[in-house]
C-alpha cells in the first residue's frame, strides 16, 4: 500500500504542477488549461455543437457552457445556429481563435513534457495510466 500511495501522491502532484504551469504559459493569451484544452479540441471539430464537444472533452455540458461563454467573451469561438436545428448552438473558431497559437503552443508543451523519456517509457505509462482508468471507471458503475 505504501507504494501505490506514493504513485498516487504523485500523480495528484503532477497534475497540480501540469496545470500551473500550463495556466501560466497560457495566461499571456487570456487561456486556462480547461479553455485551452476546449479550443484545442474545438479546432478539430469546428462547427461542432456545445454537447459534442463536452462528449468528446469527457466533461458536463454546464462545465463546458462556462467555459464556451469566457472564450466567447474573450473572442476566441462563436456560437452560431446549428444547420437543420435552430433550437441549437454550433461553435466555431473566430479569426482570434484560429491565429491565438494555442494548438501549436499545446504541442510544443506536450512535446517539452515528454522530453527526454523514451517511446518505451511512454507506453508502459500510458498502459498504466489506462488500465487505472478503467479501474476508476468499473468502481464508479452503479
Given at each position: 500500500?505504501p507504494?501505490?500511495?506514493?504513485?498516487?501522491?504523485t500523480?495528484?502532484?503532477?497534475m497540480?504542477?501540469l496545470?500551473?504551469?500550463y495556466?501560466?504559459?497560457?495566461?499571456?493569451?487570456?487561456?486556462?488549461?480547461?479553455?485551452?484544452r476546449?479550443l484545442?479540441?474545438l479546432s478539430?471539430?469546428d462547427?461542432?455543437?456545445?454537447?459534442?464537444?463536452?462528449?468528446?472533452?469527457?466533461?458536463?455540458?454546464?462545465?463546458?457552457?462556462?467555459?464556451?461563454d469566457?472564450?466567447?467573451?474573450?473572442?476566441?469561438?462563436?456560437?452560431r445556429?446549428a444547420?437543420?436545428?435552430?433550437r441549437?448552438n454550433?461553435?466555431?473558431l473566430?479569426?482570434?481563435?484560429?491565429?491565438s497559437?494555442?494548438?501549436?503552443?499545446t504541442?510544443?508543451?506536450?512535446?517539452?513534457?515528454?522530453?527526454?523519456?523514451p517511446?518505451?517509457?511512454?507506453?508502459?505509462?500510458?498502459?498504466?495510466?489506462?488500465?487505472i482508468?478503467?479501474?476508476?471507471?468499473?468502481?464508479?458503475?452503479?
Amino acid at each position: 500500500m505504501p507504494q501505490s500511495s506514493h504513485f498516487f501522491d504523485t500523480l495528484l502532484q503532477l497534475m497540480r504542477l501540469l496545470r500551473r504551469s500550463y495556466d501560466a504559459r497560457a495566461e499571456a493569451m487570456g487561456l486556462t488549461l480547461s479553455r485551452a484544452r476546449a479550443l484545442t479540441t474545438l479546432s478539430r471539430m469546428d462547427g461542432t455543437t456545445q454537447a459534442e464537444l463536452a462528449a468528446a472533452l469527457d466533461i458536463e455540458a454546464p462545465t463546458l457552457k462556462r467555459q464556451i461563454d469566457a472564450l466567447e467573451r474573450a473572442g476566441f469561438v462563436e456560437r452560431r445556429p446549428a444547420q437543420g436545428d435552430g433550437r441549437k448552438n454550433a461553435l466555431f473558431l473566430t479569426p482570434r481563435g484560429q491565429d491565438s497559437g494555442i494548438v501549436d503552443f499545446t504541442r510544443r508543451m506536450r512535446a517539452d513534457l515528454v522530453a527526454g523519456i523514451p517511446a518505451e517509457d511512454l507506453a508502459v505509462a500510458q498502459s498504466v495510466l489506462d488500465r487505472i482508468a478503467a479501474n476508476i471507471a468499473r468502481l464508479d458503475r452503479p
